[in-house]
């Protein structure tokens, strides 16, 4: 059973310019959890969907962030008109169901802003 | 402020002694969770327990849970150099079992 998939691993991106990070769950979680973890810091939370539906994205900056998680393909985290505040470690994490499990975590994509 | 907060911040042993790192709360949680993740690489899930637990044991770890005092720890036996890298705890809280973590403690274990 592949674990959390992530990619790109490493993104460059000059500011202004898009970023779109996917997240691929393990298979049969429908409960993905996007993280950001800046430079010398801890990990904090983004956003939380489940398929088709953004369940809490009390963590995600108002402006410029979106996340989906569509019924086909991939999870997208979308980061438009970059900044170099941007530039962080982004983990995505997977569960089967919401509460009381585990969360398996993806590598990171690995953004960064010029 | 975050909700875990480890301590001590930065911990460097030798190999073969023990390893203990303590998580610290604010809020009421559902469960709580340690993680590693060595430098450049993505977490690894240790050990989840959960808030009615008191002790968990994996391998040469033994988590235990104080929910009186709001606080884990982490304890690391006969520690390898392999055992280098960052530990996170998180806690997962409210309805959702939104995730929160600490900043890390940084463990070095030399040879």
């Known amino acids: ?114 | 402020s975050q909700q875990g907060e480890e301590d001590p911040q930065a911990l460097s042993i030798q190999e073969g002694e023990n390893a203990t790192m303590n998580c610290s709360y604010k809020t009421s949680i559902n469960n709580l969770q340690w993680y590693r993740q060595n430098s450049g690489r993505g977490l690894v899930h240790l050990i989840l327990i959960r808030s009615n637990e008191r002790e968990k044991h994996s391998g040469r770890l033994r988590v235990t849970l104080d929910t009186s005092k709001k606080s884990s720890s982490l304890l690391i036996t006969a520690s390898r150099a392999a055992d280098t890298a960052s530990y996170f705890c998180a806690t997962g809280v409210g309805n959702n079992n939104d995730m929160r973590f600490g900043a890390g403690t940084r463990l070095t274990v030399k040879p």
């Not at chain 1, 691993?9 to 393990?26: F, I, K, N, T």
């Not at chain 1, 993280?35 to 410029?64: A, C, H, T, W």
């Not at chain 1, 998680?69 to 995505?92: H, T």
């Not at chain 1, 569960?95 to 802003?113: I, W």
Request: aromatic share 10%.
């Open chain 1, 1 to 114: 059973n592949a674990g959390v998939m992530q990619n790109p691993r490493h993104l460059v991106r000059r500011r202004g310019q898009e970023a779109r990070l996917r997240c691929s769950p393990m298979k049969g979680h429908s409960h993905v959890y996007w993280y950001r973890q800046l430079p010398e810091e801890g990990l904090k939370f983004m956003v939380y969907l489940q398929k088709e539906n953004i369940i809490d994205e009390s963590g995600m900056p108002k402006e410029r962030f979106s996340a989906e998680f569509p019924k086909e393909g991939p999870s997208i985290l979308r980061i438009q008109q970059v900044v170099r505040g941007d530039s962080a470690a982004y983990f995505c994490a997977s569960s089967p169901t919401r509460l009381g499990h585990e969360q398996f975590f993806g590598p990171g994509t690995r953004l960064t802003v010029l």
